[in-house]
């Protein structure tokens, strides 16, 4: 879920689907908390905690040795580049990607700006906010800004959504944009005019169709022409329906991003918040795998390059299989 992914970015440990009976236990008693793992241990040994203890000194080494070299670009024995960006939900987070080693932002989750407050946020706050996150990048570094990706899971204070049957399979993503233009139109030109502050490109989630595509590239245009400014353009790969249609997609599009959390809920027909299924969630799944290589064909065709956005990227037994595809 975000909130999983959102306490991720923070080493906010955090364990969902837990038995109710841990309310029993008084504040102050000892646990051992391993969400890698996704246990918790009540009231350790004295020996169960030393082996934590060590677990965590030797992670923290190997935290400070990766640092060593987190500036080095991420190539493979032969001789392959794949660029390493950061997935980043604010400026805060920006600085700390650039002191990581990250080579650019594959994804700004822009809802930061929407939510936790009660009204839709101005002009001036948008820019201010954009321009803060492409200076801190810096010119070399681009930012692929993911415009509003609300509805489904994530809803807005201001912004009255029906009680729908199936949130995840209604106004959800740049389906809100669609029926609501004034406010995705205000977050394009936010962008636009921030861009003169590093290296923005412009991403739509949730696209599932060419029209959809075509409706919120047209608003793009007219307000490029405006502004005198031009960026790239891309999509979310995270319905099927845009992996299976990936061909047509790459001769409209300046690049692809895989969501791979929604792919793969789409694609299994598994509900991502699901406690009870979460563990379903396979992105390796080979139907998942099968639509990431559609993807990446298609826009290899074109000329077109594809990241991946999803947190399957940063999962070490994907990663060999996502570098060769
Ligand atoms: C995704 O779906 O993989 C993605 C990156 O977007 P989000 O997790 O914000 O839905
Ligand atoms: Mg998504």
């Keep these: 879920s975000h909130a999983a992914i959102l306490a991720g970015s923070l080493n906010i440990p955090y364990l969902v689907n837990v038995p109710a009976s841990v309310r029993q236990y008084d504040n102050g008693t000892d646990v051992i908390l391993n969400t890698n793992k996704g246990y918790m241990l009540v009231n350790p040994t004295g020996e169960e905690i030393a082996r934590t203890v060590a677990r965590q000194e030797r992670a923290a080494a190997e935290h400070e040795e990766a640092l060593k070299v987190a500036d080095q670009p991420a190539v493979t024995q032969d001789g392959h580049h794949v660029e390493i960006a950061a997935n980043i939900a604010n400026q805060d987070d920006a600085e700390k ?3 990581l080693g990250a080579e650019a932002v594959g994804l700004l989750r822009s809802e930061f700006l929407y939510m936790e407050r009660a009204t839709e946020p101005t002009m001036d706050e ?16 681009p930012v692929i800004i993911r415009t509003l990706d609300v509805g489904g899971d994530k809803p807005l204070a201001y912004l009255p959504l029906p009680r729908e049957e199936n949130p995840f399979l209604g106004e959800r993503g740049v389906r809100i944009g669609i029926n609501r233009p004034a406010m995705l139109r205000k977050q394009i030109r936010a962008i ?3 861009a003169h502050a590093g290296h923005a490109r412009i991403m739509f989630p949730m696209i599932s169709s060419l029209d959809e595509f075509r409706a919120v590239k047209k608003l793009v245009l007219e307000e490029q022409e405006k502004a005198g400014v031009t960026v790239e353009v891309g999509i979310m790969i995270e319905v099927p329906s845009a992996a299976l249609l990936a061909d047509h997609f790459a001769k ?8 791979t959390n929604d792919l793969t809920q ?5 509900d991502r918040g699901h406690p009870k299924l979460a563990a379903r969630i396979d ?6 795998l099968r639509l990431i290589d559609m993807t990446v064909k298609a826009a290899n ?3 077109k390059w594809t990241g991946i956005c999803g947190s399957l990227a940063s999962d070490p037994n994907a990663v060999p299989i996502l570098v060769g595809l």
Excluded: C, N, W
């Design 126 to 141: 948008q820019v201010k906010a954009y321009e803060g996150i492409l200076g801190a990048m810096g010119k070399d570094r």
């Design 301 to 303: 065709k074109e000329g």
């Design 192 to 194: 636009l005019k921030a």
């Design 283 to 288: 992105g390796l799944h080979p139907a998942v």
């Design 97 to 99: 990607a650039v002191k």
């Design 252 to 259: 409209e599009v300046d690049f692809f991003s895989i969501g």
């Design 266 to 270: 789409y694609t299994l027909a598994v």
